[in-house]
Structure formats: structure tokens, C-alpha cells
């Protein structure tokens, strides 16, 4: 499950703690400069100016105790500068971004699949989709998709809670449980009890739903 904002401002404050921007050997400089560059580079969001810049700051590493000590305040500066994006929900927007990018190439495959005639991988592809677009939100949200044991929710658990949350309403509860029933006819082989027209109104409607339910 991805971490949540919490969890990463508490990352973040535990490696600059560990961390040492005084470091005045090669060994404690490339160390530190190592931790906070491998930290924003897991902990920043695709396509954002943290992980674009990473790769900039890398070559520091091999580039000696001069480029090194250079180097280490203004990667300090980006954990912090991270730290305080994720405080104030700068990043979300970003997220949601890169998730809404994928999101649509997969239900853009279910719809290529319904033309070419293939109702029931289409059903399939966008019942998965939908799926992890719940456990998006969850994460998003702060609710846990997984159970106590470590096992990952299913669609229905995930809607239950979400709905209990208030992130969304009962109707379109009702309308999640209808399109995962759907999807699961069609994992299941039961090809002939549902339409060719029921898929196609289940990946508009799935689109719609994310749209006024960005994860």
C-alpha cells in the first residue's frame, strides 16, 4: 500500500535526522548524500520537480569531497522543501495526475476491446481498473486497504469503507457493487449474463465515477 502523507513527512524527518549536512569525510558525505538523494527519489511523485532533479544531483556522488560538500545543503534543502509540499498538499495534485494518466490508458484498451468486439475482457479490464482506483482513494484518504493479516481488500471491502468514510455516496456505492458484480461474471466464464450494451455503460460510468472521485 502507498504511504500516506503522514507517513512520509515522518520518513522525511527521520532520514534528515539521520542524515548529516556537517559531514566533513568522503565517507559521512557520500552517506548522507546518498540516504536524502535515494529518499527523494522514493518518497518525491513522478513527474514532479523533485524526481526530475534527482539525477542532476546523483553525479555529485562520484565527483569528490569538494563537489560533495557542495552538493549536500541544496539536497538537504530539497527533503525539506518536499517535506513541506507534502505538509501543506501541494503534491496531491501531481498525484492525482499521474494516476489519472493511467487510469485512462487502461480503460482506453477496454474501449479498443469493445470495438474490436471483446465484451468480456473489456468487463474484466475496467472491473480491475475501477478496483484499483478504489485502493487509490483509499490511500489517498488515509484508509487501510489492506486487512490486519496483510492481505489486500477486496473491491467490496474497499467500497464499503470508502462509502462509510464519506468519500463518496451510497448511489454510487450501489453502482461500484454493480459494475464489480459485472466484472466478476466475466472472470468467472458467465459470459451470457450480461450485455454487450451493460459493458459499455460500465466503462462510461467508471470514467465518470473517477472523474468526480480523483485518487
Not at 70 to 78: D, F, K, S, T, Y
Not at 91 to 100: F, G, M, T
Not at 157 to 183: E, F, H, P
Amino acid at each position: 500500500m502507498a504511504l500516506d502523507q503522514k507517513a512520509i513527512i515522518k520518513q522525511i524527518d527521520e532520514i534528515l535526522a539521520d542524515g548529516n549536512a556537517g559531514a566533513n569525510t568522503s565517507e559521512e558525505m557520500s552517506r548522507t548524500l546518498s540516504i536524502w538523494l535515494s529518499a527523494i527519489r522514493r518518497l518525491a511523485p513522478p513527474g514532479s520537480i523533485y524526481s526530475d532533479n534527482v539525477q542532476g544531483h546523483e553525479r555529485f556522488l562520484t565527483g569528490g569531497v569538494i563537489a560533495m560538500s557542495l552538493a549536500l545543503e541544496p539536497v538537504r534543502g530539497m527533503l525539506l522543501a518536499l517535506r513541506s509540499d507534502y505538509e501543506r498538499g501541494a503534491l496531491q495534485s501531481v498525484i492525482e495526475l499521474v494516476h489519472a494518466d493511467i487510469f485512462a490508458d487502461f480503460l482506453d484498451m477496454a474501449e479498443y476491446l469493445m470495438q474490436q468486439g471483446y465484451k468480456d475482457p473489456a468487463a474484466v479490464v475496467t472491473g480491475s481498473v475501477l478496483e484499483e482506483h478504489l485502493r487509490k482513494l483509499c490511500d489517498k484518504h488515509g484508509i487501510p486497504a489492506v486487512k490486519p493479516d496483510g492481505s489486500p481488500k477486496k473491491a467490496d471491502a474497499l467500497n464499503s469503507d470508502l462509502t462509510a468514510a464519506g468519500i463518496y455516496s451510497k448511489l454510487d456505492q450501489k453502482s461500484v457493487t454493480a459494475w464489480s458484480d459485472l466484472r466478476n461474471k466475466a472472470a468467472h466464464g458467465k459470459y451470457t449474463e450480461y450485455t454487450q450494451e451493460q459493458v459499455t455503460l460500465m466503462i462510461q460510468g467508471v470514467q465518470e465515477f473517477a472523474s468526480r472521485n480523483p485518487a
